[in-house]
């Protein structure tokens, strides 16, 4: 099992069945991230943390610091996939495998835009 971008036409393996998509929000400037794991089911958001909280980015009820990162494992059903949109307004989109970040526009072109997170074929 393992994981694709797809943006457009082109489709890029992720060569792993979790990752972590990565983002700052664009008033607080905090780092948002999200950890997604291939399943049966479909993609399953396996844990999100956010380094601070305010502009409507405040963690949730029962989210724990740890390592400056409010933590917590969103209940949501398995998705089929997961659309990124790219304005260009913001920094680009984070993209983790195991230890090795790369951003967005080093695996997809500057101007893709939606980016879909799915299962390879």
Known sequence: MSLCLAAGALLVPLGASEI?????????????EEVWRES?????????????SGAGMDPPEGAKLVDGFWRWRPQLPALREVVMRRSGATAD??????????????????????VVLKPCP
Not at 40 to 52: F, N, Y
């Open 20 to 32: 972590t998509l990565g983002w700052r929000h664009s008033v607080e400037k905090t780092l948002w």
């Open 40 to 52: 049966p089911d479909g993609l399953v958001l396996a844990e999100a943390r956010v380094q601070g």
């Open 93 to 114: 989109w984070r993209v983790c495998v195991e230890s090795s970040c790369r951003s967005m526009g080093e695996l997809v072109p500057a101007e893709a835009d939606p």
